[in-house]
Nanobody, 116 residues
Framework: QVQVVESGGGLVQPGGSLRLSCTAS????????MSWYRQAPGKERELVAA????????NLADSVKGRFTIFRDNAKNALYLQMNSLKSEDTAVYYC?????????WGQGTQVTVSS
C-alpha cells in the first residue's frame, strides 16, 4: 500500500523557518523524482521544488530561490523542505509528490501559515 505523508507545517512569523518532512512507503523511494508543491487559497497548485531520484540535482521556483532547500534521505525514504526567511505569500498547503514513469503519488498536504 502506497503512503506519502507530510508533516512539519504550522504557524510561523514572517522571517521565521520551518522544515517540512515527507515520508514514503509502499514503493521504491530511491527510484522516484520527488517534489514539493503548494496551493494557496484561490490559486492553482504550483511547483515549489524538485529533486532527482539520487538527489544529485534540484530545481527551485524563482519565488523561493535562496530561501528554500530541498533534500532527501533515500535510506530513510524521506524528503525534506527547509524553508527560511518565510513570507506571508508562502502561506499555502504544501504537498509532497513522488513520480516515476506513469506512477504519480501525492500526500494529503500540510498547512503552512506565515503570519504575525
Amino acid at each position: 500500500q502506497v503512503q506519502v505523508v507530510e508533516s512539519g507545517g504550522g504557524l510561523v512569523q514572517p522571517g521565521g523557518s520551518l522544515r517540512l518532512s515527507c515520508t514514503a512507503s509502499g514503493f521504491t523511494f530511491s527510484n522516484y523524482r520527488m517534489s514539493w508543491y503548494r496551493q494557496a487559497p484561490g490559486k492553482e497548485r504550483e511547483l515549489v521544488a524538485a529533486i532527482t531520484s539520487a538527489g544529485g540535482s534540484t530545481n527551485l521556483a524563482d519565488s523561493v530561490k535562496g530561501r528554500f532547500t530541498i533534500f532527501r534521505d533515500n535510506a530513510k525514504n524521506a524528503l525534506y523542505l527547509q524553508m527560511n526567511s518565510l513570507k506571508s505569500e508562502d502561506t499555502a498547503v504544501y504537498y509532497c509528490n513522488a513520480r516515476f514513469a506513469w506512477r504519480d503519488y501525492w500526500g494529503q498536504g500540510t498547512q503552512v501559515t506565515v503570519s504575525s
